[in-house]
């Protein structure tokens, strides 16, 4: 699959969507639904999300420089991903970026998605897709 903005909205379409059947079917759950999207295997670029505890917003987090393999991210880079509404979460080295529903749902945050993987300036390999689930 091609990355581009429109497929990131695709993923977080079937994301809401599995989310609501999740939710159907186990109202009272203590499962996490999560997505994950490895964007290039080489250097570890990826995204993942999860519902807050409370439920009402989401937690994304983009692969930050502690995590990267053979990358280094320059500092205009992160400066742009900060611009963008990342913030730097230490010590893991993650960007995070608290989501509400509405950014699911209007595409804004596939449009953030998809500004904030030009801050690593690498070919992206997709590397299979990604992957939508839950925690036990």
Avoid at 59 to 83: D, F, M, P, Q, W
Wanted: net charge negative; with cysteine.
């Amino acid at each position: 699959m091609e990355v581009s903005e429109q497929t990131i909205q695709q993923m977080l379409d079937e994301y809401l969507e599995y989310l609501m059947i999740k939710k159907e079917l186990m109202p009272l759950s203590d499962m996490l639904p999560f997505f994950s999207w490895r964007f290039c295997k080489i250097h570890n670029i990826h995204i993942q999300g999860t519902p807050t505890i409370d439920r009402y917003g989401y937690n994304i987090n983009l692969t930050g420089g502690r995590n990267l393999v053979n990358l280094r991210l320059e500092e205009r880079a992160i400066k742009y991903l900060k611009s963008l509404g990342w913030e730097v979460k230490p010590p893991i080295g993650f960007f995070q970026y608290y989501a509400k529903k509405t950014e699911f749902e209007n595409g804004d945050l596939a449009k953030l998605i998809w500004n904030s993987l030009q801050a690593y300036n690498k070919n992206l390999d997709d590397n299979g897709g990604y992957e939508i689930g839950a925690y036990d």
